[in-house]
């Protein structure tokens, strides 16, 4: 019976230890970080909008909605910042802002 390999409750209480420590120290990193990536992703999609609107501008010579840029085929659909918590608007010069939802 001495020669049965396995690990002892001892052995395995140390390897959870471990394992708890590591993710109570990167949890609350991630956590953190999630601000930044929403607040990034909302800041690119601005500029891709921006983008589609300067492209539908060169091609028809007029500044378009939101509607426009959906209908023509510019944009798939109108989803706002990634996070939700802003709409995109185009303004009369064709300058693309995130504003938040109300």
């Known amino acids: 019976m001495k020669n049965e390999k396995g690990f002892t409750l001892v052995e395995m209480m140390i390897v959870m230890l471990v394992i708890s420590v590591l993710l109570i ?3 609350p990193n991630v956590a953190k970080h999630n601000t930044n990536i929403n607040t990034k992703g909302c800041e690119a999609y601005v500029k891709m909008v921006q983008a589609q609107v300067q ?3 060169m ?3 007029k500044v378009p909605t ?3 840029l959906i209908t023509d085929g510019y944009l798939i659909k109108d989803t706002g910042c990634p996070n939700g ?3 995109v608007t ?3 010069e064709g300058k693309v802002t995130a504003v938040p939802t109300t």
């Open 90 to 92: 185009i303004d009369s």
């Open 25 to 27: 120290v990167t949890i």
């Open 85 to 87: 918590t802003k709409n």
């Open 66 to 68: 939101m509607e426009n």
């Open 55 to 57: 492209s539908y501008i």
């Open 59 to 61: 091609e028809k010579n």
